[in-house]
């Protein structure tokens, strides 16, 4: 086994291929040298050396030291400097580099190889002894802050009390002997610390650089970011050793980074910083202010501070050109770290450059224009997830922000508003055309209305998964919950912040995207969902199998949802049409009524309604497919909760107080999601399923009239886990299709299927099949009743078993592969056994989710179904997937 890879002057030992051996740093340091770029020479230790390293007892291979001492001399035949080389001694960065880019490892340590002797050798060499003890002085506290472990905050209070006693404010005003001094002091700190001087041996130094970068792949803050970004433990880290060039030679030198793009717009410019006279991360450190590479970006910027373009014309052509080469060879937008000493300019650090959601389209857009990539690769470059921060206005970035408290970024976008602090109002409000921002302590199913009505919401208690957060993400509205430090007053209807109370009709500005609650209107950048975003949205449709619908119920969301792409709607709830309006008055009259008869009378009620908003989700769908699933929750769930709520209906109903209390306790239910819901509602009262049915059917030969395109409605059974559930509700649908048939005079067609929602139906999905035209995985029922877990309880232990690292993922989010996902496959397969052609969609909140969507792929299901806003994300995932 070969553990050492070299490279400079034009050659290397590896490749950008290599990136899993050499680490990112060290494969693309290997291919900017073989590209013969100015890469000052040095050498990279396998990844393999950190595995056998952990594999051993924290030992190394037997023939490292050779290997390195073989590539040491490498390095000094390019360089004519050596290790400890009392006339030209040779310094080097110790790097650490994984596959991927990763916070939490060791930092760099620079200027390795000062010691004592070579630190004069440094002055001599350069001229310039401030410059040599100035880099000894560092290297000595970088090396015992991250090698040696000496707290850095005692070099910071030698510094300072030198500082004091030669009344200096700033570094730069130490001379090389206030330099010397300190580093004397230094060193005794080291000894008294460590109780053995600070290593003057050059080797001695890079073998303790080396295993502290192998020990801290094992570090507690490496160790959590990897938990975080699933990067599995064994791929290990490189270490790269490379030759120093020093930026901070004098006025002649500096070092700076840039990206080949403007990494937060896109645009096709370079776009960077540097410092005059500097060193290493100084430039990122913001001890002083950078300056603009090029004169373009210096004047847009206003600053007064001179371009790279400006003080050294000729490196900075040459780095134009190097960024040039580097992106048409990697095909992607570069970030590039470089350094120019004494006017010679060397290359130090290439990658594929972070970028906003924003940039990122432009950039895939413009380089397949450019014929850089192809079409499907520009699909691969955006992540689904980034598309949501593109799909709602924003704050314009140069807006002033009078921030009057803080909550949780529960769902992305910002609104401005009338402050209301009822559903009630949310809705009069809007009726009259204002617009208004929803505040609430939380907000409750009976919200849903107001929080349509809204703009945005805010809460001020409740977390990420709030029903506030859920909802509004559902719907797309912007919403900040858990703003704790509000307070609000629903009786004097004032809410107070920061000091300030606010009134009922004043104005506010909600930010969803960092959790900001702002006074005042606020301006707003609208989104942008032609050009770039159009463009990747055409190749992304192009390119996938499955169909993307969307989850439902509102014509405003139907119709949103159609406007981002959705091709039908994948799940109806008819519960949340219940909630509206009087529809309430006649739902809980029908929950009350004593029998059948009682019933019906009040279900008549009802039937136009659903009718009526049957037609308007048929004709915005125009002809798409329609899945309306029966009623699925529980009856108390329409009854009022508290005694005043229980008396205020009662009056309004000009029913008895008690009577419906009693209604109200008979309905309770210790575990409502096992209960009493579900088809177990159409068994017991199959009227409801009737209505229900009757509604969609007269809806569909309605609005198939008024667009003429014909609706094939999709009536979906909730909770079926066994099959004579199924065919006892289907019996019931199918007889009143053959009424409104019989009716109209028009043949219906319509398809009956149930969701896939509890375990025994995914084992007994071949029977289902039999009755079922299609199934509909709801995912998170599924999810509940697979782990027995219930989501609105989970929340407390969820995270607690991620931290714990039980759970890599919360499976609500992101479906359980191993699992539910075992289930949905068990029952594709068993499905189709029975009914080849069955169709197969997936509605639950995985549906939005770029890892479940890939598993839906995979599984060849035919559509995945999700709520508006995510529409877009879903077709990008779906079109990832199928490449
Ligand atoms: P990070 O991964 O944190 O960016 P790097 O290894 O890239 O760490 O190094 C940190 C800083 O030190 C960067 O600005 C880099 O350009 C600089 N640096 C690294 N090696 C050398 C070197 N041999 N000569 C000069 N500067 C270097
Ligand atoms: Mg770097
Ligand atoms: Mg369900």
Redesign the pocket.
């Known amino acids: 086994v070969k553990w050492v890879y070299t490279f400079g002057d034009g050659k290397a030992e590896g490749s950008a291929g290599d990136r899993n051996l050499l680490g990112g740093?060290g494969a693309n340091l290997a291919e900017m040298a073989s590209l013969g770029l100015p890469v000052?020479p040095g050498f990279t230790i396998t990844t393999e050396v950190c595995s056998y390293y952990y594999d051993h007892d924290r030992s190394y291979p037997i023939e490292l030291e050779a290997e390195v001492r073989k590539a040491l001399a490498h390095i000094a035949s390019l360089t004519g400097r050596a290790f400890g080389d009392p006339a030209k001694p040779l310094l080097?960065?110790v790097?650490s580099g994984a596959r991927a880019s990763m916070p939490g490892m060791m930092?760099?340590v620079?200027n390795l190889g000062l010691n004592d002797e070579t630190v004069e050798a440094i002055a001599r060499e350069s001229g310039d002894e401030r410059f040599a003890y100035d880099s000894y002085r560092r290297f000595i506290q970088m090396y015992s802050d991250v090698v040696l472990g000496v707290d850095h905050a005692f070099f910071e209070e030698i510094l300072d009390d030198t500082k004091a006693n030669f009344g200096h404010d700033v570094d730069t005003d130490l001379t090389a002997d206030d330099w010397k001094g300190v580093i004397a002091l230094y060193k005794s700190k080291v000894e008294e610390e460590l109780g053995e001087p600070f290593p003057q041996s050059p080797e001695k130094q890079l073998w303790g650089a080396i295993g502290a970068v192998f020990s801290s792949w094992m570090n507690a803050r490496a160790i959590t970011y990897r938990r975080l970004h699933n990067i599995p433990a064994a791929w290990g880290t490189a270490v790269s050793v490379?030759?120093?060039?020093?930026?901070n030679m004098g006025e002649t030198s500096a070092?700076g980074v840039a990206f080949t793009r403007n990494p937060s717009t896109g645009e096709k410019k370079l776009y960077g910083e540097f410092l005059v006279n500097a060193?290493?991360?100084d430039?990122v450190a913001g001890i002083r202010t950078p300056q603009n590479i090029t004169e373009e970006a210096r004047i847009a910027a206003g600053s007064d501070k001179p371009s790279l373009e400006k003080v050294m014309p000729d490196a900075f052509a040459q780095f134009l050109k190097i960024a040039d080469t580097l992106e048409r060879h990697y095909r992607d937008m570069q970030d590039l770290?470089f350094?120019i000493e004494r006017g010679k300019l060397w290359m130090?650090?290439t990658r594929s450059g972070k970028r906003t959601a924003k940039a990122a389209l432009k950039i895939a857009v413009e380089m397949a224009g450019e014929g850089l990539i192809g079409p499907e690769e520009a699909v691969l470059r955006i992540d689904p997830a980034s598309l949501d921060q593109l799909l709602h206005p924003t704050i314009d970035p140069k807006a002033e922000r009078n921030i009057i408290g803080i909550g949780l970024p529960a769902s992305p976008g910002a609104a401005t508003g009338e402050i209301v602090f009822s559903s009630e109002d949310a809705e009069t409000l809007k009726a009259e055309g204002r617009k208004v921002i929803l505040v609430r302590v939380e907000t409750s199913p009976e919200d849903i209305h107001g929080m349509h009505a809204a703009e945005g919401i805010l809460t001020t208690r409740g977390g990420m998964t709030s029903h506030a957060a859920v909802v509004a993400r559902g719907m797309g509205k912007p919403c900040v919950s858990g703003a704790g430090s509000l307070r609000v007053d629903y009786r004097n209807e004032t809410m107070t912040a920061a000091g300030v109370t606010l009134k009922k009709g004043d104005i506010i500005t909600v930010d969803g995207g960092t959790g900001q609650v702002l006074r005042g209107k606020v301006p707003m950048l609208q989104p942008e969902l032609s050009g770039d975003f159009g463009r990747i949205m055409e190749w992304a449709d192009k390119t996938r199998r499955m169909k993307v619908r969307t989850n439902a119920e509102t014509p405003a969301d139907a119709r949103m949802a159609h406007s981002f792409g959705a091709e039908g709607i994948g799940l109806c709830r008819t519960e949340h049409m219940f909630f509206e309006g009087e529809r309430i008055v006649a739902m809980r009259e029908m929950i009350l009524a004593d029998t059948e008869e009682g019933r019906r009378t009040a279900l008549a009620k009802l039937l136009p309604m659903q009718r009526s908003d049957f037609i308007e989700l048929f004709e915005i769908m125009k002809g798409l497919p329609v899945t309306i699933r029966l009623l699925d929750p529980p009856l108390h769930e329409f009854l009022p909760k508290t005694e005043a709520e229980i008396a205020e209906v009662a009056s309004a109903m000009g029913v008895d107080a008690d009577r419906l209390r009693e209604r109200t306790e008979a309905l309770h239910e210790f575990n409502p999601m096992l209960g009493h819901r579900g088809c177990r509602l159409a068994i017991s009262y199959p009227e409801i399923a009737e209505m229900q049915a009757r509604a969609i059917f007269e809806a569909a030969v309605e609005a198939g009239k008024n667009t003429g395109a014909p609706v094939v409605p999709e009536v979906m059974v909730p909770l079926v886990g066994l099959k004579e559930e199924l065919d006892f509700v289907k019996a019931r649908i199918d007889a009143v299709a053959a009424e409104v048939t019989e009716e109209a005079g028009i043949k219906i067609d319509y398809l009956v299927g149930t969701m896939i929602e509890l375990p025994r139906a995914a084992i007994r999905a071949h029977e289902i099949a039999e009755a079922a035209e299609f199934f509909s995985f709801g995912t998170n029922d599924l999810t509940q009743t697979t782990f027995g877990i219930s989501r609105d309880d989970a929340a407390s232990f969820l995270s607690v078993y991620q931290r714990k690292g039980i759970i890599e993922r919360d499976p609500f989010v992101s479906l359980d592969l191993d699992g539910v996902g075992e289930l949905v496959k068990l029952a594709a397969e068993r499905g189709r056994s029975t009914r080849p052609a069955i169709k197969l969609g997936i509605c639950g909140e995985h549906g939005g989710d770029p890892a479940s969507i890939a598993f839906c792929e995979e599984t060849g299901l035919d559509y995945v179904s999700c709520s508006p806003f995510r529409v877009p994300i879903a077709r990008l995932a779906a079109a990832q997937a199928a490449i």
């Open positions: 740093k000052p080097v960065s790097r930092d760099t620079l490379q030759a120093m060039v020093f930026g070092t060193q290493g991360e430039v770290e350094t130090l650090q």
